[in-house]
């Protein structure tokens, strides 16, 4: 680079180093960091709900399911399990595979593959 630049000092930031951004008070409509409210919510993460399936009425199987998946993120702190890791918790809740394949659900007649 040579040592003439067509751009002035003052708009051509060469060191990031400095905290100076993170020094500046920008007013903000409500402060969520501090106060009350914040720790009386400690600990207590929001939920995910899918918005499609929250109106859904489930069975006793697929509530036990999602009991048994909640319970394996919580535990092993993994919010977003591998397959390998559903299919553990399948295993450990008691399926187990005793038929044979069968056309996957609405998918017409495209067959699960071979195993």
């Excluded at 060469?14 to 969520?32: C, S």
């Excluded at 409210?37 to 036990?64: A, F, H, S, V, W």
């Excluded at 008691?94 to 593959?113: C, D, F, H, I, S």
């Amino acid at each position: 680079m040579s040592q003439h630049s067509n751009f002035s000092a003052d708009l051509c930031v060469t060191d990031r180093r400095g905290n100076e951004r993170r020094k500046r008070a920008i007013p903000v409509a409500v402060e969520r960091r501090t106060g009350k409210e914040r720790r009386d919510l400690k600990g207590e993460r929001r939920r995910q709900i899918d918005p499609t399936t929250c109106e859904r009425d489930y069975n006793n199987e697929e509530i036990e399911f999602m009991k048994a998946m909640d319970q394996y993120k919580r535990d092993n702190r993994r919010p977003f399990p591998t397959w390998s890791e559903v299919l553990e918790v399948l295993r450990a809740i008691g399926y187990r595979k005793v038929a044979e394949a069968t056309l996957m659900p609405g998918l017409g007649n495209a067959m699960p593959p071979a195993v």
